[in-house]
């Protein structure tokens, strides 16, 4: 139970869990993980006879990650120490656990939420929508991403090696689970009012950003790759519509202009995507796939750095033809609309073949080392 100034409830919490143990005859221990408790918590733990990891720095993900390094057991059950969740119900943790489960959630929507126990915004809004996102970004099948009462194969949480210093800690342990392939289950949990009088340590905008931000931040796909293909995708319809249709009423030159630096954009986001999620793959973040392992192989390297001297060549012809023609002018007036027709698109595709070689390049630098 990480803890921080909890000292209405821990006694509660602490007594709600040895009673479990002990009646469901397991071999275990209570561990609270302090974070900085002055109001006594600490004391009251070690008199019920609960082990206490005390953690320095600050932090929900902090504290959950000291008390699961410190933990002696096979299994672990977390939960808040704020009597919110029923600590005398961990059969179905349990069960699940020793059938072979790495991660097993609990699910408050399937339980049931007391009436209060929940702000109508987490549980209408919040939860739903960053469920939902998690599920769609990463193929989970968990519905309660953000539950606090979870079970879990203690070796194979330390074998995620586990980051986030906040409540996203929370997140990354199901996002993680789930890009490892680990065995992830769900089980149905009650969430009660908790006990405190004071105000709870979850800020609703500042923790659900931070949520969000490590779902974004680790599916590159959804973040850069998607969008920068999209932009891509919008941006050539526009420069064909431009280029190669007779409404110049409806797409001029200004269009022109806005189609090439939205391509350029698009092809930039969409690369440092693939690089992202690359990096990420070889420094251990993110699961290996066929596809991007082989980005690094000198052949696909070098196949990258080819295509992109081809788009550079056929982008610096187009400026040629401009540069001709305005040298058999006598380097005179010449009409704009006309000229700038084929310049943007020669310098977009000069900027864009740039990009690919680059990345081609990046690509075999961080291969090798």
Request: with cysteine; net charge neutral; hydrophobic share 45%.
């Amino acid at each position: 139970m990480p803890c921080l100034n909890e000292a209405e409830t821990l006694a509660t919490c602490i007594t709600k869990a040895m009673t479990f143990l002990t009646t469901e005859g397991i071999n275990g221990e209570v561990l609270i993980a302090d974070n900085g408790s002055t109001d006594g918590s600490i004391e009251i733990a070690r008199s019920l006879g609960a082990r206490v990891v005390n953690v320095e720095q600050r932090g929900y993900g902090n504290a959950l990650r000291a008390g699961i390094q410190d933990a002696r057991g096979i299994y672990i059950i977390m939960g808040d120490s704020d009597d919110s969740y029923n600590f005398l119900a961990l059969t179905p943790f349990v069960d699940e656990l020793r059938s072979g489960s790495d991660l097993v959630m609990g699910n408050r929507f399937k339980g049931g939420i007391e009436v209060g126990a929940m702000p109508k915004l987490h549980r209408y809004l919040g939860n739903p929508v960053l469920s939902f996102i998690g599920r769609r970004f990463f193929g989970s099948t968990v519905e309660d991403f953000h539950c606090g009462l979870r079970g879990f194969r203690r070796s194979a949480i330390l074998d995620l090696n586990l980051k986030a210093s906040g409540m996203e800690f929370a997140t990354e342990m199901v996002v993680r689970a789930e890009l490892e392939r680990l065995r992830v289950t769900e089980v149905p949990t009650t969430l009660s009012v908790d006990g405190r009088e004071r105000p709870p340590h979850l800020r609703t905008w500042r923790d659900g950003w931070r949520h969000l931000r490590f779902l974004l931040l680790y599916s590159p796909r959804w973040l850069f790759i998607y969008p920068g293909a999209v932009a891509m995708i919008i941006a050539a319809i526009g420069v064909f519509l431009t280029e190669f249709t007779s409404t110049p009423g409806h797409f001029g030159i200004d269009s022109l202009a806005v189609c090439c630096g939205f391509f350029v954009v698009g092809l930039q986001s969409a690369i440092f995507g693939v690089l992202t999620k690359f990096y990420g793959m070889n420094q251990g973040y993110l699961p290996k796939t066929k596809a991007l392992s082989r980005m690094g192989d000198p052949l696909i390297m070098e196949i990258g750095v080819i295509a992109g001297a081809i788009i550079i060549l056929i982008g610096v012809a187009g400026l040629v033809v401009s540069f001709v023609a305005w040298e058999r002018s006598g380097f005179g007036a010449l009409n704009t609309i006309n000229e700038l027709r084929k310049v943007l698109p020669g310098i977009t595709l000069v900027m864009s073949g740039f990009l690919v070689v680059t990345a081609s390049f990046f690509t075999g630098i961080m291969q090798i080392q």
